[in-house]
């Protein structure tokens, strides 16, 4: 859990655990994208580094090919991983939207408020979506 060191209510834990399941296989594949890419990259910019500015009389096409090629699939990689963290995003607020329209306690413009935060601001909708969960709690 991410949240385990935070001192957050259970109704919340339980409800960030939800949420959590849905983005895991989104998050442990952008990690592990970007886990390979970044050696790939950096080993590959090195190497060519090295190859054409320190010993470029002794520099290979067919070497400087795989270098370039292995430095493109780094980046690919990470490119990758840029967009399978926009899709986490992107499932993560659709979750806690979702969550937000099933609940029965909270009122329709208590609702439609969260919902217009979290949509404006994704960057802090974990915060918004805690708040809307503490309120829904003292509603009930």
């Known amino acids: 859990m ?3 060191s935070m001192q957050i209510p259970g109704f919340v834990k339980k409800e960030i655990e939800k949420l959590e399941e849905v983005i895991t296989p989104f998050m442990k594949k952008a990690n592990r994208l970007s886990f390979w890419s ?5 080993i590959s910019l090195f190497q060519l ?6 010993t ?39 979750y806690m939207i979702k969550r937000i329209r099933a ?27 805690i708040t809307f969960l503490k309120v829904e709690n003292s509603m009930e």
Not at 49 to 54: D, E, N
Not at 103 to 115: M, R
């Open 2 to 4: 991410f949240f385990s």
């Open 38 to 42: 970044f050696p790939l990259i950096a």
């Open 49 to 54: 580094f090295f190859l054409l500015f320190i």
């Open 56 to 94: 470029p009389e002794s520099a290979h096409m067919l070497t400087l090919g795989i270098y370039a090629v292995i430095g493109a699939v780094g980046f690919a990689l990470a490119k990758e991983a840029k967009i399978q963290r926009k899709e986490l995003v992107k499932k993560s607020t659709d």
């Open 103 to 129: 609940s029965l306690t909270a009122p329709e413009h208590v609702k439609t408020n969260y919902i217009n935060e979290i949509e404006k601001h994704p960057r802090k909708a974990m915060v918004h979506f």
